[in-house]
């Protein structure tokens, strides 16, 4: 995993609430095998109205998604993630993420910050305004910072640690292979096996 | 102080705890399928690593199946290219798998609780967000992604964060033709898709004990859709007797063992939860989605919302726009929407009680004119104890097409999909905006409502076909 330290970019504001992992990467792309490839996927449907937002010029090579409350709703699809992230993604702002999108973010290296929804909706009042407003997310001080806005953001510290580090989560427990082997020494023999082993 | 229910599994399955770190937890179970698993499996091979247990792995082919013409090759060559990655990857890594054509391939959902695999107690996950299902069994099952995927593949851990616990009892009887899936559509709306975020919901309450293992899975499954990590209900009587006899079930004093064992996990008189809800079953009746997104429902007596009633201004703007994408105007009762498809399937409603609900009302009825109505059972095994009692001839009798097992038109992967612009009346779990099909329209409800549906041609529950139920009488309204 790459790591994350500090991102300045452009920003897009996405004003819609309870955006769905149906809506980031519909079902019909989920049929790849691979991690890559998924950028065109993006709000798929959405894209197909000139007047959405990632559609306008003004808004080509921004890195860091302000969107509505509750975003990543849905499946546990990772293509959500992988598709943000091909698309240019850096860092998504939103008041509330679902929890399971939230936690794929931070295993890919994409930053999903939390901020109040009066923040978000003076950060989204910025970049629509002005569309070449830069907006930094600083994982370091953990902070965000654009014009006229310093917000600083919860993020706990091992998630930040593994982040600030590009730290592969299996690596770190495969150090532990002795309490899992411990572990397994000691479960009940009533519990349920798939295979004869 | 006492435990709930979910800290006792929780605690039970810590590997490694260490402060400032997530708690590193073993997991019993894991269940994979084609469309989250090929690139963690790429993973493994790219790092060399193994699947630390192939013991408590088990895989099936579900999202991408067709469910016509299953003995011949997949049409689509994307489907095809993905159930074939599956194949390999199990035989490559001693994975067993249930692929297309098997006795025990299905829904990956409907499969783990029917061998009996999903225990009481237990850690479950899978890389698809309905895991919530099995904690129907009091075990702690959860989705994941597939980078967790790999996880568990190679290390049967995963570290995870604390979570809060909510309580939601329900207490009293439920109503004559109100069920489970109302009760959780109920839920859902009352709490909102982001009311469980960061919870595992326990349901509990006299209400909740009566429902059956397949009524409680309905429940469970749908927690995701409150936005909570996993759904739980403790273990009794009926749990027990369900498992009983299955093929993974534990046997003879392993039996014994477990049955003690399981009797423990029931949250403490004095343990604390996060939030509490209470419902009252009694005041619940059949309930139906009009919105995009799971949250937006109302009591098919009611009518299409007005966006302008809503003071939150976001859930306005999202009411706003559902109505729009849905084709429907504020003050349109929900009674007179008519539709062009029902579905009845999904790890949500595709279990054999579902089916046996769905038929009951449709015996002896016909599906109204122009409407489709696609029957697909949750698994294999569902098929065919659905074929020994009849119900097949049932629903195809009524018109009603009768299909082989998989996701189908849950989330159109395959070719069961919504036309722009069509609606349906679904059993399945989710109405997000073409989740059926591009431009399709959702409308979610539970087997009953939508076996009435399909004989009138409208949303409509059991209730509304009284004097329809002569064979002659031309269907529709
Ligand atoms: S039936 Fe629907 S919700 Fe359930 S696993 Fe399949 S696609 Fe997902």
Not at chain 2, 250 to 273: C, H, I, S
Request: proline share 5%; aromatic share 6%; glycine share 10%.
């Amino acid at each position: 995993m790459e790591a994350f330290t500090t991102h300045t970019g452009r920003a897009v504001p996405l004003r819609r609430s309870n955006v769905d992992t149906d809506q980031i990467i519909p079902a019909h792309w989920l049929k790849k095998v691979t991690r890559d490839g998924f950028e065109d996927g993006l709000f798929e449907a959405w894209r197909k109205d000139p007047e959405f937002v990632l559609n306008q010029e003004t808004y080509k090579g921004a890195t860091v998604l302000v969107a509505g409350p509750d975003f990543g709703t849905g499946s546990s699809r990772e293509h959500a993630v992988w598709a943000l992230q091909n698309y240019g993604f850096k860092a998504v702002i939103s008041s509330r993420f679902a929890d399971i999108f939230r936690g794929n973010s931070l295993k890919n290296g994409l930053l999903t910050v939390v901020l109040p929804q009066e923040t978000v909706d003076r950060l989204q009042k910025l970049v629509e305004s002005d569309p070449t407003a830069e907006v930094t997310v600083d994982l370091v001080n953990r902070e965000v910072r654009a014009e006229g806005v310093t917000a600083g953001f919860e993020l706990d510290e091992n998630a930040r640690w593994r982040l600030l580090e590009g730290l592969d989560d299996i690596s770190l427990t495969l150090r532990e292979e002795s309490a899992i082997a411990d572990y397994e020494a000691n479960r009940p023999s009533f519990k349920p096996r798939t295979i004869e082993v | 102080m006492g435990r709930t229910l979910a800290e006792k599994v929780w605690d039970d399955h810590v590997v490694r705890r260490a402060e400032g770190e997530p708690d590193l937890l073993f997991i019993d179970l894991h269940l994979l399928h084609e469309v989250t698993s090929p690139q963690a499996f790429d993973g493994l091979r790219k790092a060399g690593r193994q699947v630390r247990r192939t013991d408590l792995t088990i895989a099936t082919e579900d999202h991408n199946t067709p469910t016509l013409d299953i003995d011949k090759p997949i049409a689509d060559p994307v489907s095809r290219t993905q159930l074939e990655t599956l194949r390999k990857n199990c035989a490559e890594f001693g994975v067993r798998l249930h692929p297309l054509g098997d006795v025990e391939q299905g829904v990956v959902h409907v499969v783990g609780p029917q061998l009996g695999l999903t225990q009481p107690g237990t850690t479950v996950v899978c890389g698809d967000s309905h895991t919530s299902t099995h904690g129907a069994f009091g075990a702690l099952a959860f989705g994941i992604g597939t980078s967790q995927v790999e996880h568990v593949l190679a290390t049967q851990t995963l570290p995870m964060a604390p979570f809060r616990t909510m309580a939601i009892t329900v207490d009293g009887e439920l109503p004559d033709g109100v069920t489970a899936k109302d009760l959780i559509l109920a839920i859902i709306a009352k709490i909102g898709t982001g009311g469980g975020q960061g919870y595992v919901i326990e349901y509990r309450g006299s209400a909740i004990e009566k429902l059956s293992m397949e009524a409680r899975m309905t429940i469970c499954n749908m927690s995701i859709e409150a936005g909570a990590r996993a759904g739980m209900i403790a273990p009794d009587q009926t749990t027990f007797d369900y498992l009983q006899g299955r093929d993974h079930a534990p046997e003879g004093e392993d039996w014994d063992a477990a049955v003690a064992y399981w009797k423990t996990l029931r949250t403490d008189d004095d343990a604390v939860f996060d939030t509490e809800v209470v419902i009252d079953a009694a005041s619940l009746a059949p309930f139906v989605t009009w919105g995009t997104n799971p949250g937006q429902g109302a009591p098919l007596s009611a009518n299409v919302p007005d966006p302008a009633s809503y003071e939150d201004p976001s859930e306005r703007h999202a009411a706003e726009r559902a109505l729009e994408y849905m084709g429907l105007t504020a003050g349109q009762p929900l009674r007179e929407i008519s539709v062009d498809t029902v579905f009845v399937g999904s790890c949500t409603n595709g279990r054999i009680e579902d089916l046996r609900s769905a038929a009951s009302i449709l015996e002896g009825r016909k599906v109204a004119d122009g409407v489709r109505v696609l029957i697909v059972p949750g698994s294999v095994r569902v098929a065919l104890q659905a074929v020994e009692e009849g119900l097949d001839k049932v629903f195809t009798a009524a018109g009603a097409e009768w299909r082989h097992a998989g996701c189908s038109m849950c989330l159109g992967m395959n070719p069961d999909q919504l036309a722009p612009g069509e609606r349906s009346a679904s059993t399945s779990n989710r109405n997000f905006e073409g989740r059926q099909g591009k431009g399709g329209r959702t409308h979610l409800v539970s087997p009953q409502v939508a076996a009435a549906t399909a004989v009138l041609g409208h949303l409509a529950s059991p209730a509304d076909l009284a004097g329809q139920s002569d064979v002659a009488t031309p269907a529709g309204v």
